[in-house]
């Protein structure tokens, strides 16, 4: 795995309606294009409430890369104003 600085928007939405894994789940979308589904190490990437205050901002983060678009979040949000 690859550790990354991202820039972008974060989003917390549902995916996944109607199956097992449905829930909300907290999402970069970064100044360069790409889309990242975040998450914490040893967390589950769905309902995890560590992400809500961040809903709407534009944040920086550090974190490590995996190939299934997922980032493993290795830092504190920094919200840019």
């Known amino acids: 795995m ?3 600085e991202c820039t972008g928007t974060l989003q917390i939405r549902t ?3 109607g199956s097992k ?3 909300r789940y907290a999402i970069l979308l970064t100044d360069e294009g790409s889309e990242y589904t975040l ?3 040893g ?3 769905m309902d995890d409430p560590y992400f809500d ?3 709407g901002a534009k944040v920086t983060l550090t ?3 995996e190939a299934n678009s997922y980032l493993r979040v290795t830092s504190e949000p ?3 104003r």
């Open 15 to 17: 995916s996944n309606e």
């Open 78 to 80: 920094i919200i840019n």
């Open 63 to 65: 974190g490590e890369e």
């Open 21 to 23: 894994s449905e829930g």
């Open 2 to 4: 690859a550790t990354i």
């Open 53 to 55: 205050p961040y809903d």
């Open 43 to 45: 967390s589950m990437p």
């Open 39 to 41: 998450y914490r190490a």
